[in-house]
């Protein structure tokens, strides 16, 4: 798969809070779409007072899977929703147990072999999800349990329906350790990853080809940024610059020598895009919100070496959040103007076709109200 995202919850723990919370009833109004703006949003069901949109795949115009967590009752539950071309409805996906579960990111390679990963909660530890979707339902497919501690997964990518890689974190007490699974075609199985000083959190992967995949995150022993490369044999570190405290929440790769990871830096308050060449990474600049207090990346879509779409939030005064969208034409970064549905927004992750439609999903509240699922689209500016 040429193109991945990842939510922020994998990593940003203020962006996190966003997902569950209400909006002050006293939150001034929201801001209106710009007549500029070549994103429009489209109605989204909901399942329960609560629901986010965590990651999203388009395969074609017709066929846009998003999948995240709604709460129909007392305990989130996963969920999964399907564009057909001219409408999203939710698809029935199977929980693990009574407690909470949580898909967060998604990829697939055609309409009837598709992954989402997550986490569940088993009544004492977070345990990694996996489900598959083989053209008629989603399924849960076992994954191994990694220690006694937590063990959630963050993002997958496939190569192909018998290579497929997965990320996130173990939490075997003390530090956050780096997972990484594979997918063999018949089953699960942890891969050895290495960590920063002894620590490390997988956010996102992505796959060029079988020996040649990214996955990123960030160190906590360090505050830093975390790139990891797979190379057919073995998970090696690459260095990867830092701005204060910085981390990654996205990647994607058009190519082994052009692969694109997002997120934050200088402690969120800007936003962060670091390039791989084939050589090295290096830090390009990304506009940012002139009254944001916090500019965060989520996720990002590499469609073409001259198009590149990076999608996250800014976060106003008043604790107020508001969608980012922005775009690599080939020499620069530039912001697109995108809807805010509601008092408070974000986007957590975007894709889109090398030619026609782009989607980026998230959430949205009103005032007084919990978090529900937003997805916009664009046919490009």
């Known amino acids: 798969m040429r193109s991945f995202h990842a939510t922020s919850c994998r990593l940003i723990g203020f962006a996190s809070a966003f997902f569950m919370l209400t909006v002050p009833a006293s939150a001034p109004a929201g801001a209106a779409t710009s007549?500029?703006?070549?994103?429009?949003?489209?109605p989204t069901p909901n399942i329960g007072p609560l629901g986010t949109l965590a990651s999203v795949r388009v395969l074609s115009s017709s066929d846009v899977w998003a999948v995240g967590f709604s709460r129909p009752g007392t305990v989130y539950k996963t969920l999964a929703e399907h564009w057909d071309g001219s409408s999203w409805s939710v698809v029935a996906t199977p929980n693990v147990g009574a407690n909470w579960n949580f898909l967060e990111s998604i990829g697939g390679i055609s309409s009837n072999d598709l992954w989402a990963v997550g986490r569940f909660f088993d009544g004492s530890s977070l345990r990694a999800l996996a489900e598959h979707w083989n053209g008629s339902n989603w399924s849960v497919v076992p994954t191994p349990v990694v220690g006694t501690g937590d063990n959630a997964l963050q993002g997958v990518t496939p190569v192909s329906g018998d290579d497929v890689w997965a990320v996130g974190y173990t939490h075997p007490g003390g530090n956050f350790k780096?997972?990484?699974?594979?997918?063999?075609?018949?089953?699960?199985?942890?891969?050895p990853s290495p960590n920063r000083l002894h620590e490390g959190n997988l956010a996102a992967v992505t796959a060029v080809s079988s020996n040649d995949v990214w996955a990123v995150g960030a160190s906590g022993g360090e505050d830093v940024t975390l790139a990891e490369h797979w190379n057919g044999s073995a998970w090696s570190i690459v260095p990867t610059p830092n701005f204060g405290e910085s981390g990654f929440s996205g990647v994607a790769a058009a190519s082994s020598a052009d692969v694109w990871a997002v997120g934050f830096r200088e402690s969120g308050t800007k936003t962060l895009a670091e390039h791989w060449d084939g050589s090295r990474w290096s830090a390009?600049?990304?506009?940012?919100?002139?009254s944001g207090t916090n500019n965060v990346l989520t996720g990002v879509a590499v469609l073409s070496s001259t198009d590149v779409w990076a999608a996250g939030f800014s976060l106003q005064s008043g604790a107020l959040a508001q969608t980012i969208t922005e775009r690599w034409n080939g020499s620069a970064w530039h912001t697109f103007v995108s809807p805010n549905a509601g008092d408070t927004a974000q986007l957590l992750a975007v894709d889109g076709l090398a030619v026609g439609t782009l989607w980026a999903v998230g959430d949205f509240a009103k005032a007084g109200q919990y978090a529900q699922a937003l997805a916009m689209t664009t046919n490009r500016g």
Not at 178 to 191: F, I, K, P, R
């Open 35 to 42: 007549p500029s703006s070549i994103w429009h949003i489209t």
């Open 284 to 290: 390009v600049g990304t506009p940012n919100s002139g």
């Open 178 to 191: 780096t997972l990484t699974e594979h997918w063999d075609g018949s089953a699960w199985t942890v891969v």
